[in-house]
Every structure is written in structure tokens, then in C-alpha cells.
């Protein structure tokens, strides 16, 4: 019998920020969970993490930031995953985003923003019920 | 009796009271073992006043840095207020709109000099007109491209308040020498010797690498730009600091408490290293290493241990290893003493990180230093802190400081069974930490192999994964979180000093304020500077200090000086560590 694949997840770090307690915290925990994760480390542009994503072919994209670039960045990566047809790729993001911020970014195409303080159960579950059907 | 018969006499009255009193007590609350310590003679058998604590200001420096406590008094008919000086960590947008910030500040008893804090591109050494940065410019801090830029932001320091006269702080570490330089540059324009200039530089390039992350050039280069500060500070900028340590990163990015103590301590040596090979004396710039912080938690007496611990073993280190004969050269120079950390805050029901920092300014005062309720209360909602928040800071500071009458006795715990024996389990702890570093080959090496950023990844991930298990509990985060609960905030009244809009705009102005700059400056001597430095980076025993002075009264860029560097040292990019 086929074994079922395991969901992957790309965790990345767009732009210059260099907080990454988040990032590596959420791959170590949601590999616990058994998902099969990739972090791509500090200092990715917007077309390095597309291109990470579309080579891995992963099922989620989670970006951190807690710089205040969220606004430039997180539509950007949405934007040019639909331009390489795979806008079916669940992006969700996460750091410092004012509460005023998440509305902005869900309606350019984030599903869903998990601040400080979120746990890694909680992401894993919404994951696990908004990942596109695995074939 | 003496002490040995003392402590055995102890030892058996201990096992009395455990068989007698603790363990029936026990059994009738349906436990197996006591959730509670208690602490006796035992724990510190071996305890020496002189060796162990000492006085305060003094060789080991256990109860505190000084021999007196800082508490500012408040004299007959004073009318103390206002805010703290300006130097809370601050600076947005361009140049222009830090300048307005430190004015607007300055009639509500800012006083005194900023602690810059720098947008990315800046401190990763990046000019504001490049593409990449985009989405970048003025947003953590303000941005610096040119000694333009340091002019503009102090128009809002002249007279009273001129360069002679204030103290900068530069919070920024791979490119520290060059804004360092560019200080120098704009001082010489108003007529002032750069010896007469005061400022610390955070210029703590190891931990970058650990946590923090605004490193560009590989460890090595960056130790060898380390070198040029200790040297050319010592000689010519006696008022000027060579760094500004920062354990409180390497904590906040994941570190346990006695990781982060013995990686910023072997930070500390690698440094201090570096100033002997290259021939300085020890006590002619150790003096001039200073700590900005530790890191913080919610648990009191082990970070009241910590602090004493800290203070105890860069001591000896400075004593026993690098023979240091000044007392200045052995004490750690930190503004902050013992707090809660800003990942202790919670964005969840987030007026309660004002209760939490209370706890924090407490363990300030209880490990030997002034008290601090930080950070304020939105630390997690956003960049910069409102004004409310550091009102409220501010008050909970003085409360503790004036009315509690905490800061009356310096180290009120030294000789606690208890308290004196965490410091020693602490340092203990840390030593064997800075042993397993020296054994790898030291701080630069294990930063390399990334033996330090897999230690606080691995430690970040297992203390959440408690927190998710419920071990270690979070008010508000994982317990007490019924919907009953009332979700309590503050109203947003007073306008915040940091215009948002400016914020958005800053990447358009200072991109022309760029541009006009590269159109009015002498090219020509730039381009040939530029050259200069490259061939000076390319032989290793050359200082480029003077040649950063040179190139940012040419109004040379950042990223041009450093982009030179990068051709010459290469960049730093192995960074997963996972």
C-alpha cells in the first residue's frame, strides 16, 4: 500500500530581519508533528522563496517577520506564486503584524496570520484542515 | 562547635524534619514529594564572604558593579518628571523625521543624547536606493546612507545639547567602524576633536551570528574590523566605547539562562583576544567594553542569580586569565540589570506585561543594580512603544524605586542559602558551558560550525514545546484563557510619536535625498577612496578606521564602503542551522 505523503511546509525568512527564534521554533515543532519541513534561513527574497517552493513543491508557506516589511512582502510572495500557477499553495504568515495589518494581508491572498504566543498545535491543526487535498 | 560539626548537626536535623514534619505533610495533601524547596547551611557548605560576594564596586563584584546604588534623589523643591533622556532605544523614517521626533521629544524633558536605532538595510549595510531593501527603508530605525543623514538627525542636538556635550548611542554591529567614522566626520565639521566625543557603538558582531542576525561579513573580516575599534578607540576616542555586548540577544533568541552566560562570555574573551594580539594592554581598553544587557525571565531569583553570577565570572576572567589589574577593567558596565526579557511579554491580554515587568524591575533591585519595568506593555503589538506604555513603564519604575524602599540595601539576598547557591550552580553551569566552546576551539568557531545557533534553536524549541505541554505556564496564553475572561486594553488616546505615514513615505524621500547627495558630491575622490580601501582591506595588518573617516567626509555610502569589504572578506550566508 502507497504510503500517504506527509504535508510539506517551507518556512521562510523574507527580507532583512534577523529574528528567527519563530521560524526554527515552528519547523522543529510542526516536523514533530510529521510534517516534512524546509526553512529556508534569514535574508530570502521574495523570488528565492517562490522558487524554494515550487522546487520543494510544498503544500504551505510560512513566512516570519517581525520587521515591519510584512506589507511588501507577504503580498509579493502570493502574487508570484499565482504567476507560476500555484496559487494553490497555502501561505500563511507569521511575527509582529499589527492587529489593523491581518485584514490587509488576508484579502492579498494570506489565509491566515499567527501572532506571538500562537501554539504549534494550533498551527498544525489549521494546516491540516486548509492544505490543498494531497493527491 | 565549629562549622563541620555545625553542618552535620544540620544534616541530621534536616533528615528529622523531612521524615517528621515534611513527608506526613505530604501524605495528606496525597503527594509523593514536596513541590517546595527549602534551603539550609548545606547548600553553601563551603561558603566564603571575601572569595564568594566581597563588597559591592569591588574584585569579584558579586552584590554589584558599583559600591553605590544609582537611585537619582530627588532634592527639596526639585520638580523631577518627564520621560527618560532621549536615549530610549529610537529613530524612524528618514533622517528628517528622526530629527522632528528628538525635538518634539526635547519639550517633553528629552534630554541628553539618542540611541540611534537603525533601519535593516542599514545595519546589514545596504543603501536605501537598493532594490533589494525595498519594503526596508525606516522602518525598525531610522536610515543612514551618508554623513548627510547624521547631519540631519543632529540639527536636533546643537548648543547645550552639541556633540561635546552628549553621549550616542549607534546601535548597529557589522558596519559599527564606519558609523563610527561618520560621528567623527560630522563632529570635525562643527569644530569638534573627535577626542572630546562620547557614544557606544553596540559593535557586538559575534552575537549577530548567534541571534539578531545583521551580520555581512564572515566571522573572521569581522573579527579583524573588531580589532580596528579596539585599537584606534584606545589611541584616539577615549570617550568612546568599543562595544556594547549583548547577552539579552542570544537569551531572547532561544538560549537557556547558563548558555547565554557562557556563549557571551566566550563572546567576551574572543574580543578582549583580540585587543591583546594585536598588542594593546589589557587595562588600557577593557575598561571600554561595555554590556548593554542580559537576557531576562519571569523567574526571579534565577535571574537575580544570573546577574551575580555574570558579574562574578567576567571578573575572573578579566583577573585570572587576562591578568587585568584595574578594578575597571574586571566589572561589567550594563545599564540594565536583572528583568523579564521582551519574550516574556505576551500579545495576548498585553496590559498584564505591566505586572510582568514589575516583577522585572524587582529583580533589578534584588541583584545589585537600579530597577527597570521593562520593556513597556506593547512591546508585542508593534514598532515602537507608545507613550502611555512608557509612562506607565516609568511610573512602575519609580514606585519601585521610591516607594518601596528596595533600593536601600545593595544585594539585600547575599547569603541566602538559597539565592547564594544558585549563583554557583549558574556559574558553575556556565563555566562547563565556556569549556565545551574553548574545547571546540573557541566563540569564532563555534559560531562558524554553528555550534551556538543549533544550542539556542534546539533550546527555543524545547522550552515551547513545554509551554504547549503545560509545564511552564503562560497567564493569559495557555491557562486562563476561557472565554469569561475579560480582554482588557488601554485606550489609545495620546498620539503616537512615530508618524505612520511618515514611516510609509520614508523609502521615496530618502531615496531623493540619496540621489542628491551622489549628484553634489566630488565623485572623482570618492571612486578613489573606495579604491584605497580596497587595497587596505586586502592586508590584514592595516587599520581602515582612518580610511572611513576619509570616505564619509566624501560623503561616501554605506553600502559603497561596504560593498568593497564584501569583494575583499566574501559574505556571510550559512545560516539554517536547523
Known sequence: MEKERKIKVLIAKPGLDGHDRGAKVLSFGLRDQGMEVIYTGRRQSAEQIVNSALQEDVDVVGLSILSGAHLTFFPKVVNLLRENDAGDMLVIGGGIIPDEHIPILKEKGVTEIFGPGTLIKDIGDFIRKNVRKIA | ?578
Request: hydrophobic fraction near 35%; proline fraction near 4%; aromatic fraction near 10%.
Open chain 2, 1 to 578: 562547635m565549629d562549622n563541620k560539626d555545625k553542618l552535620s548537626e544540620i544534616k541530621e536535623k534536616r533528615k528529622e524534619w523531612e521524615e517528621k514534619v515534611l513527608m506526613p505533610s505530604a501524605k495528606r495533601f496525597g503527594i509523593e514529594k514536596s513541590p517546595t524547596e527549602f534551603y539550609t547551611p548545606l547548600d553553601i557548605a563551603d561558603f566564603d564572604f571575601e572569595r564568594d560576594v566581597g563588597f559591592p564596586g569591588q574584585y569579584p563584584f558579586t552584590p554589584s558593579a558599583y559600591p553605590i546604588s544609582l537611585v537619582p534623589r530627588i532634592e527639596k523643591g526639585a520638580k523631577p518628571g518627564g520621560l527618560k533622556r532621549a536615549g530610549t532605544y529610537s529613530g524612524y523614517g528618514t533622517p528628517e523625521d528622526t530629527r522632528d521626533y528628538y525635538k518634539q521629544m526635547a519639550k517633553i524633558m528629552y534630554t541628553g543624547g539618542p540611541n540611534l536605532a537603525l533601519d535593516l538595510p542599514t545595519q546589514c549595510g545596504y543603501d536605501s536606493d537598493n532594490e533589494t531593501v525595498e519594503g526596508e527603508v525606516g522602518k525598525v530605525g531610522v536610515a543612514i546612507d551618508t554623513l548627510r543623514d547624521f547631519e540631519v538627525i543632529y540639527e536636533a542636538f546643537t548648543g547645550e545639547q552639541d556633540l561635546d556635550r552628549i553621549a550616542t548611542n549607534i546601535t548597529i554591529s557589522a558596519a559599527a567602524n564606519i558609523l563610527v567614522a561618520m560621528y567623527i566626520a560630522l563632529a570635525e565639521k562643527r569644530g569638534i576633536n573627535m577626542a572630546k566625543l562620547r557614544c557606544t557603538p553596540q559593535n557586538d558582531i559575534l552575537k549577530e551570528f548567534v541571534s539578531r542576525g545583521t551580520y555581512i561579513f564572515p566571522p573572521r573580516p569581522s573579527m579583524r574590523m573588531f580589532r580596528d575599534s579596539v585599537v584606534f578607540f584606545t589611541e584616539n576616542l577615549p570617550g568612546v566605547n568599543i562595544t556594547s555586548i549583548g547577552g539579552y540577544h542570544i537569551r531572547e533568541g532561544g538560549a537557556t539562562r547558563e548558555q547565554e552566560l557562557a556563549f557571551s562570555m566566550a563572546i567576551g574573551i574572543a574580543y578582549l583576544q583580540e585587543g591583546v594580539n594585536a598588542g594593546v594592554d589589557i587595562d588600557a581598553f577593557a575598561p571600554k567594553f561595555t554590556f548593554n544587557g542580559f537576557g531576562g525571565s519571569m523567574q526571579l531569583f534565577k535571574e537575580v542569580a544570573f546577574q551575580r553570577a555574570a558579574r562574578r565570572m567576567w571578573a575572573k576572567i578579566l583577573k585570572e586569565r587576562f591578568g587585568a589589574k584595574k578594578q575597571d577593567s574586571m566589572r561589567i558596565r550594563c545599564p540594565l540589570s536583572a528583568h523579564i526579557g521582551c519574550s516574556s511579554t505576551t500579545k495576548q491580554r498585553a496590559l498584564n506585561n505591566l505586572s510582568r515587568s514589575v516583577v522585572g524591575a524587582i529583580a533589578g533591585v534584588l541583584s545589585g543594580g537600579s530597577p527597570m519595568a521593562f520593556p513597556p506593555y506593547d512591546e508585542p503589538l508593534g514598532l515602537g512603544w507608545s507613550l502611555e506604555a512608557r509612562q506607565l513603564a516609568e511610573d512602575a519604575t519609580r514606585i519601585v524605586m521610591y516607594e518601596t524602599g528596595m533600593c536601600d540595601v545593595i544585594d539585600p539576598l547575599a547569603g541566602s542559602y538559597y539565592v547564594e547557591s544558585l549563583t554557583n550552580e549558574i556559574e558553575d553551569a556556565a563555566w562547563k558551558g565556556l569549556e565545551k566552546i574553548e574545547g571546540i576551539g573557541g566563540a569564532v568557531t563555534a559560531i562558524e560550525n554553528g555550534y551556538m545557533q543549533r544550542e539556542c534553536a534546539r533550546s527555543a524549541a524545547e522550552r515551547q514545546a513545554r509551554i504547549e505541554r503545560r509545564e511552564e505556564l503562560i497567564v493569559g496564553v495557555n491557562c486562563f484563557t476561557e472565554e469569561y475572561e475579560l480582554d482588557v486594553t488601554t485606550s489609545k488616546i495620546i498620539e503616537h510619536p512615530y508618524s505612520e505615514e511618515k514611516r510609509y513615505d520614508a523609502e521615496k524621500k530618502q531615496k531623493a535625498n540619496l540621489a542628491e547627495v551622489k549628484r553634489t558630491r566630488n565623485n572623482r575622490e570618492v571612486t578613489r577612496l573606495l579604491k584605497e580601501l580596497e587595497s587596505a582591506a586586502k592586508k590584514e595588518d592595516e587599520n581602515l578606521m582612518p580610511l572611513f573617516i576619509n570616505l564619509a567626509r566624501e560623503y561616501a555610502t554605506l553600502q559603497e564602503q561596504c560593498d568593497v569589504l564584501r569583494g575583499v572578506f566574501g559574505e556571510w550566508q550559512l545560516d539554517t542551522f536547523v
